[in-house]
């Protein structure tokens, strides 16, 4: 029983070459992706701009949740940018350099909230006044 042992840290000169085009075949797959990528130039920016609209919304809906406390504190004050700052709370930048602007409860971004968007947080505001200054509808609905 004379065994000789051999050295296994390397691999057959076939191997070796298996390996190296295996490699060079993902490599050359990989930059063709990245060609067609940069060429056409959409993918990147698409996914870009769809981050920075999902980080605006979840911005606003934080600013939304700091109104409702605000409003536990000083319940008689119309929520503006302005007075949550003075109120301590701290106003994020939107990530497209939009502005935030605040209609009653709701929150929305100049960039990235679209018009009608807009005009129904105005009608909905217009129609919470006219209620607090009108309460007999609401009281006749009541009862």
Excluded: W
């Excluded at 057959?12 to 060429?39: E, N």
């Amino acid at each position: 029983m004379n065994r000789t042992f051999r050295s296994q840290r390397g691999g057959s000169p076939l191997q070796m070459l298996a390996g190296i085009l295996v490699m060079m075949g993902l490599s050359a797959y990989s930059m063709q992706q990245m060609q067609t990528t940069r060429a056409d130039g959409t993918k990147g920016v698409e996914a870009i701009d769809r981050a920075k609209e999902a980080a605006c919304a979840t911005q606003r809906a934080q600013m939304s949740r700091d109104i409702v406390m605000f409003l536990v504190d000083y319940p008689d004050l119309k929520p503006s940018v302005d007075l949550l700052e003075k109120a301590g709370t701290d106003i994020p930048d939107c990530p497209d350099d939009g502005a935030y602007e605040i209609y009653g409860r709701q929150v929305l971004c100049t960039h990235h909230s679209y018009t009608d968007e807009f005009e129904a947080a105005e009608k909905e505001l217009k129609e919470a006044e006219m209620r607090r200054s009108n309460p007999r509808p609401l009281l006749d609905q009541l009862g």
